[in-house]
């Protein structure tokens, strides 16, 4: 695998259900971040780690749960969800330091 | 306030016509500028970015953007679009020294043949 990867690339929950969103890097990057992709609306930046610090949280809602075991690996924990926190969720990750943040596939998360 | 403002929702250009793509910014001074590409059912890639230097720079497959001060912007160009070139693209800024990356709402390309 090379680059940026994010499992499941697909989700249907329901809003009782308790999921997890998966991100790896394998670019020896030190930061990652969770972005929100709605329709019509701009990237939404969640969550910032830098060495494995959260050092971001843009008031995202806690039914959000980030967890960042190590450098290479990102999670977002999610339960209880509404409906309109159906969107695409895009991990990035780049060198702290350096501007150019390479981003992953996305995983699109319909919430019923 | 810092953001990022793209005017056209969607663009349709036939295939090797000539395309400007519009950005334009807020910022108390000169952010670092981005252009990425979205593909359906893909994350972004980066076409470009600016830093400082040379106004005028240049991106993979093609593209070109132009950084003017004076008018707070930085439009995307690319002289013949290819069919391949549909997408959706996005400009973002960041502001010095921090990690966030502000996007525009994008702009979504269609290429006729």
């Known amino acids: 695998e090379t680059g940026v990867t994010q499992t499941p690339r697909h989700l249907v929950m329901g809003m009782t259900n308790k999921k997890s969103l998966k991100c790896e890097q394998h670019?020896?990057?030190?930061?990652m971040y969770w972005y929100k992709q709605s329709a019509k609306k701009p990237l939404e930046l969640m969550f910032v780690?830098?060495?494995?610090?959260?050092?971001e949280n843009n008031s995202v809602p806690s039914r959000f749960s980030p967890e960042c075991p190590n450098s290479s690996h990102l999670f977002l924990h999610l339960h209880t969800l509404q409906p309109e926190d159906s969107a695409l969720y895009l991990c990035?990750?780049?060198?702290?330091?350096?501007?150019?943040?390479?981003f992953g596939p996305g995983t699109r998360l319909t919430v019923l | 306030a810092q953001s990022v403002t793209q005017p056209d929702i969607h663009i349709t250009v036939s295939e090797g016509a000539s395309l400007e793509l519009r950005c334009n910014y807020s910022y108390g001074a000169t952010p670092y500028l981005f252009w990425y590409v979205q593909s359906p059912g893909q994350g972004l890639q980066l076409l470009l970015k600016y830093f400082s230097g040379d106004t005028l720079v240049q991106g993979i497959k093609g593209f070109e953007a132009e950084f003017k001060r004076s008018q707070s912007s930085f439009n995307l160009r690319k002289p013949s679009v290819h069919w391949s070139d549909a997408a959706e693209y996005f400009c973002a800024l960041r502001p010095y020294n921090t990690d966030k990356l502000i996007f525009g709402t994008g702009t979504r390309l269609q290429v006729f043949p």
């Open positions: 990035a990750s780049s060198q702290d330091g350096d501007n150019e943040q390479f």
């Open positions: 670019l020896g990057h030190n930061a």
């Open positions: 780690y830098s060495l494995e610090e959260r050092v």
